[in-house]
């Protein structure tokens, strides 16, 4: 786990340095069932998933992209911990995967109270936070956008005041 969470940390530290070049990574078939299980046993293994009821909707036909699988993970764990924060690591996280028209959708969805309508548009910008109370940067939601996009894919988010939010990661299915 050491060894593996090094390689994802030399890899956030690229993606931070790609604001400022241009980095294309190594595109490999990557079972996106499995990047999940490593996502939440990372996150289950600091304790956050405690007091959280997962739940995993990943249907049963195969999620295959090509992608880089650091990238994904950083995207994938940036969604998975901003959403136990604005659940205060209790309520419900639900997972959702499923293959549409040649592409892989990816939903994480928590029972937190929502982004507020007037944030929305800005929370994929560089260096915006709601959390600078708590330590955050305002990096996690911009390079898991980024790294979304350079997969050929995308980061869009849906939410409402006291509603939860929805982050959906779209990418091209092998």
Do not use: W, Y
């Not at 901003?82 to 419900?92: F, V, W």
């Amino acid at each position: 786990i050491i060894e593996e969470e090094v390689r994802r940390c030399q890899a956030i530290t690229g993606g931070m340095l790609s604001f400022v070049r241009q980095d294309g990574g190594n595109r490999s078939p990557l079972d996106v069932r499995e990047l999940i299980d490593k996502t939440l046993a990372l996150v289950g293994f600091q304790g956050r998933l405690n007091d959280v009821k997962v739940v995993l909707d990943l249907g049963s036909e195969p999620l295959r992209v090509r992608a880089n699988e650091g990238g994904v993970r950083q995207v994938l764990l940036a969604l998975v911990v901003n959403a136990l924060d604005a659940m205060e690591d209790s309520g419900t996280l639900t997972l959702s995967a499923a293959a549409v028209d040649g592409r892989v959708t990816l939903s994480v969805q928590d029972t937190g109270p929502g982004i507020p309508t007037p944030l929305l548009h800005r929370i994929f910008d560089l260096f915006f936070t709601t959390k600078s109370a708590r330590g955050g940067t305002g990096l996690g939601l911009p390079i898991a956008h980024k790294i979304a996009r350079e997969n050929g894919g995308d980061l869009t988010v849906s939410s409402a005041p006291g509603s939860g939010a929805t982050f959906t990661v779209t990418l091209p299915a092998i």
